[in-house]
């Protein structure tokens, strides 16, 4: 039993109550970051890690911009140009133009990135890209954890919701001093206070 629950301050949840309340509740919180959050930068960094579903090879598609911040992720099938076209459109009709783009060497992003972000500089290299392989631990510390996802849609949401306050509830910590990251800790506690009361108005 113990296995399947989680112990955080005194108070044991099980992990299905975790994903209930995720399926219930984390649309409207990723909503409501994004919403609010700042401009991102014009500087991106996309990337794709497989992640297997119901023993199918499903795509996470990440993009991270110049501070570290998730844009945004989309759960594909594909690895070729037509999921990465897709991806891109999503990303550029929600932050518009960037004016750098950073990828590994995979082919399928040339094309989509001439045709939709023509006067983006984009640097194909896997040194590069340091900063969003990093983002892609989370996701695999959550399937050592619970588990492997059930179904594509059970990853969106879920990844969806878990990067977005993750923007929020973990500044660059070695930026900070601890005055400001306590205040910075304390301000997204505000803030999901403040989301929380939107869901009851």
Not at 106 to 120: C, D, K, M, T, W
Not at 151 to 166: E, V, Y
Not at 168 to 190: C, E, K, N, V
Request: proline share 4%; hydrophobic share 35%.
């Amino acid at each position: 039993m113990w296995r399947n629950c989680w112990r955080k301050r005194g108070v044991v949840v099980s992990r299905e109550t975790v994903r209930k309340w995720v399926t219930r509740f984390g649309s409207h919180f990723a909503h409501c970051i994004k919403r609010d959050r700042p401009a991102a930068s014009d500087k991106w960094h996309l990337d794709e890690v497989a992640v297997p579903i119901n023993g199918v090879k499903m795509w996470l598609w990440r993009a991270v911009d110049g501070n570290g911040d998730v844009l945004d992720i989309l759960v594909q099938p594909k690895r070729k140009a037509t999921a990465a076209r897709r991806f891109l459109r999503q990303l550029i009709a929600r932050f518009g133009q960037p004016r750098v783009i950073l990828t590994d060497k995979l082919r399928s992003y040339g094309i989509p990135i001439r045709e939709l972000a023509p006067n983006a500089d984009h640097r194909a290299h896997k040194g590069l890209n340091n900063r969003i392989e990093g983002s892609h631990r989370p996701t695999r510390k959550r399937e050592k954890l619970v588990g492997r996802f059930k179904s594509p849609g059970q990853a969106q949401g879920f990844l969806s919701a878990h990067d977005q306050s993750t923007v929020i509830f973990r500044p660059r910590r070695y930026r900070l001093s601890t005055i400001s990251y306590r205040h910075a800790r304390s301000d997204a506690f505000d803030l999901w206070r403040s989301y929380a009361l939107e869901m009851t108005a």
